[in-house]
């Protein structure tokens, strides 16, 4: 497998393409480090994760289209290799943009950074690591699945799209507030009474602590958690009550998720790729 | 013209990806009719039980299916040579390029009229009707075609010229998250209000809430707002926006037709310029 890792990285950094991608990370970093208020804004998470969307597929759709894919399995290597090779390759080098994105980043937002301990900050950096590593694998196992390299460009760039959506209506699901409240006034506009109603809308019982879980498990959902855990930092916290943010100790259990999430789809991917007859 | 215009018409209508196109925006607009009067049966009273708002929200996400539409409608083209083979039979690049702007042109204001279609039809029986004054609807119902032009024109002018089928489609998919995202940014930016209500000021060194409004920095005044607001009303993100979500006729509305038709033909003339000078594969 190591001749297809170093022929893959070979071909990889000689095409322009990467270069491109290597420059839009950087220039989103630096924009997102720019317009760091308190934390960052997720908005650039999902303009790299877009540019990885890109880079993924139109690589492997080059591979499909060229029968770059049947030949290695030609020359004696077996479609299970060729997955993991793909999905390595693509790793380390979606890994090496999100170096590339914080490197961009981190000088610009400083401010904001200053405050979080080194500890938070790493836990974090690791979170970020993992993620991507979720988004990889959930794209290359899509792209490596699509043979027609255009509708797999596009299913990548709508998956991203498709998690972000996803983990914003879960997230409103779950935020939505157990109790609401109705005022009731008089003839001279004077509040009487108010009301405290149960919101119908209240998600409670199993279907919370499912959601709860999706949510951390989709790679998008996890940035806002994220995000809070650096703005945590940069607010004045003598005005904030202490409980306000116990929720963000799930945080560190979001690489596990991202790894459950990464066995689950890789797997399933290896599977079926395994089964499928190259063009 | 007229052979290649009905030729492109029946492949159109023959393949699958333009009713994939009429079902996703059908089913969006489904969608979203049964996921309010789910509210409104959930929520009584609460302001859920009208399709306001509803009739121009797929408009905000419509770059996304003429990027995916176009991008797989044109770049097959591409891939299968049949511009080359077109020529061979005597038609100019001017009117193959007309051709498929006329054609991906009806199929998108077809699949936005499916999306209307559905959110009509399905709101008569399950929602009260709308509060929004009839004119406010008609009038937007006219902006939002002439949108739907813009955007489509936008797009051909990206796929026609791309050789790569591929490219073409991640080319055009970031064109549209670009002008969605931009126009939402444009929008946030003129929101912002010229006072902050709230804001922390300093007193006696120590970061106390202002008692009285302050300005807002960020607050655009001038020829940048100016600029701004050009650029809302001139881009189809903006005018998305304007269209679905504002939900109110802002005074210049006249500028938006004007706008999507200017765009329109600024973009088809630089993609027929384009286009003609290109060897085709």
Redesign the interface.
């Known amino acids: 497998m190591s001749n297809l890792l170093r022929a893959g990285f070979t071909r990889y950094l000689k095409h322009p393409l990467t270069a491109l991608v290597a420059v839009a990370s950087l220039i989103i970093g630096l924009l997102g480090g720019r317009n760091a208020v308190y934390t960052i804004d997720d908005v650039y998470l999902i303009a790299l994760f877009i540019a990885f969307a890109a880079f993924i597929s139109l690589f492997v759709g080059r591979e499909h289209g060229e029968g770059g894919f049947r030949n290695k399995a030609v020359t004696g290597y077996t479609k299970g290799q060729i997955f993991l090779s793909e999905w390595l390759l693509h790793t380390v080098f979606c890994l090496c943009l999100l170096l590339l994105f914080l490197i961009g980043f981190a000088p610009l937002a400083q401010e904001a950074l200053a405050p979080v301990p080194a500890r938070v900050l790493a836990l974090i950096t690791l979170c970020f690591v993992m993620m991507t590593v979720a988004v990889v694998t959930l794209l290359c196992t899509l792209s490596l699945l699509v043979s027609q390299r255009a509708v797999s460009a596009i299913l990548s760039v709508l998956l991203v799209i498709g998690l972000l959506f996803a983990s914003y209506k879960i997230e409103e699901a779950l935020s939505t507030p157990q109790y609401y409240y109705t005022s009731h006034y008089d003839e001279q506009n004077e509040l009487v009474w108010e009301e405290q109603k149960e919101s119908p809308l209240y998600v409670e019982g199993a279907a919370r602590t499912l959601l709860t879980h999706l949510n951390y498990a989709i790679p998008l959902g996890q940035s806002e958690p994220l995000i809070q855990c650096i703005g945590v930092w940069n607010y004045d916290v003598s005005w904030i009550d202490e409980h306000s943010y116990s929720h963000l100790k799930i945080v560190k259990f979001f690489p596990l998720y991202s790894l459950g999430l990464t066995i689950t789809i890789g797997g399933i991917g290896y599977v079926i790729f395994r089964r499928r007859d190259l063009k | 013209m007229k052979n290649l215009l009905s030729a492109t018409f029946a492949r159109l209508f023959k393949g699958k990806l333009f009713w994939i196109g009429m079902l996703a925006m059908g089913g969006f607009g489904a969608v979203a009719t049964i996921a309010r009067a789910r509210?409104a049966y959930?929520?009584q009273d609460m302001g859920y039980d009208t399709p306001d708002g509803l009739l121009f929200i797929g408009l905000t996400y419509f770059l996304?299916t003429a990027?995916?539409f176009d991008?797989?409608f044109i770049?097959a083209e591409h891939a299968d040579g049949t511009w080359r083979n077109k020529l061979i039979v005597g038609q100019g690049k001017v009117q193959i390029y007309l051709t498929y702007l006329t054609v991906t042109t009806a199929a998108t204001l077809l699949m936005h009229l499916a999306y209307i279609g559905v959110v009509l039809g399905l709101s008569a029986p399950l929602l009260n009707p709308f509060l929004t004054p009839t004119k406010m609807n008609v009038v937007f119902f006219f902006c939002s075609l002439a949108t739907v032009v813009a955007m489509n024109a936008l797009m051909v002018t990206l796929c026609m010229l791309i050789q790569s089928?591929?490219?073409?489609?991640?080319s055009a998919?970031?064109l549209a998250?670009g002008l969605m995202?931009g126009g939402m940014t444009i929008y946030q930016t003129l929101s912002a209000p010229e006072f902050l209500e709230s804001a922390i000021v300093s007193i006696d060194g120590m970061?106390m809430p202002s008692p009285d409004p302050v300005p807002n920095p960020k607050y655009l005044t001038g020829a940048k707002r100016t600029f701004f607001q050009f650029l809302h009303d001139f881009l189809p993100g903006g005018q998305a926006l304007t269209i679905g979500m504002t939900g109110e006729l802002p005074e210049s509305v006249w500028r938006l037709p004007v706008f999507s038709a200017l765009l329109t033909l600024l973009s088809t003339l630089g993609g027929a310029w384009g286009f003609r000078r290109r060897d085709l594969k």
Do not use: H, Q, T
Request: charged share 10%.
């Open positions: 509210d959930i929520l996304i990027a995916v991008s797989l770049g089928r591929a490219v073409i489609a991640v998919m970031l998250i995202m970061p």
